[in-house]
């Protein structure tokens, strides 16, 4: 599935001040470029907001999937940039997603606490991550998996 377009008259703007933007980021638009040179949510913030940067690439502070929608946040200085950058490293920020799932859930709302991964069966979704998933990448071919195969599984 291809990647939409995202001009400037698209991007919703939360919140923004002489550090920071908080984009709205639509269902089906890339955070980042792509090789396929596929405008990108970054691309086009960098060309609507004024920041320090030279570079789209250097104002990203996270990113979320492709299909996923939700609030995303660029950096306008190197300053923020450094510091945003520690506070997601540190796990100072908290992400909470809503989902769709496959089968039956007997609770209307609870926590999922388990580790995910690419589905390299059906990409571009998510699945549980086990040993065995672990294990399996492995033997795929980096084009499938995605950039970077697994060196070994994770204990």
């Given at each position: 599935r291809q990647a939409k377009v995202v001009s400037?008259?698209?991007?919703?703007?939360?919140s923004e001040d002489e550090y920071l933007v908080v984009v709205d980021k639509p269902s089906g638009?890339?955070?980042v470029a792509s090789e396929q040179g596929i405008p990108s949510l970054a691309q086009t913030v960098f060309e609507t907001a004024k920041s320090?940067?030279?570079?789209?690439?250097?104002?990203?502070?996270?990113r979320l999937g492709?299909?996923?929608?939700?609030?995303?946040?660029?950096?306008?200085?190197?300053?923020?940039?450094?510091?945003?950058?520690?506070?997601?490293?540190?796990?100072?920020?908290?992400?909470?997603?809503?989902?769709?799932?496959c089968g039956h859930v007997k609770e209307q709302r609870g926590t999922i606490d388990m580790p995910l991964m690419r589905d390299y069966i059906h990409p571009p979704y998510m699945r549980i991550s086990t040993d065995e998933h672990q294990k399996a990448l492995l033997?795929?071919?980096?084009?499938?998996?995605?950039?970077?195969?697994?060196?070994?599984?994770?204990?």
């Amino acid at each position: 599935r291809q990647a939409k377009v995202v001009s400037k008259e698209d991007i919703v703007i939360v919140s923004e001040d002489e550090y920071l933007v908080v984009v709205d980021k639509p269902s089906g638009v890339l955070s980042v470029a792509s090789e396929q040179g596929i405008p990108s949510l970054a691309q086009t913030v960098f060309e609507t907001a004024k920041s320090n940067f030279s570079s789209y690439d250097r104002m990203v502070v996270h990113r979320l999937g492709t299909e996923t929608s939700g609030l995303i946040v660029f950096a306008k200085t190197m300053e923020a940039l450094r510091g945003m950058n520690s506070l997601f490293r540190t796990r100072q920020v908290t992400r909470q997603y809503e989902v769709l799932v496959c089968g039956h859930v007997k609770e209307q709302r609870g926590t999922i606490d388990m580790p995910l991964m690419r589905d390299y069966i059906h990409p571009p979704y998510m699945r549980i991550s086990t040993d065995e998933h672990q294990k399996a990448l492995l033997d795929l071919n980096p084009n499938i998996v995605g950039k970077k195969l697994l060196e070994a599984p994770k204990p």
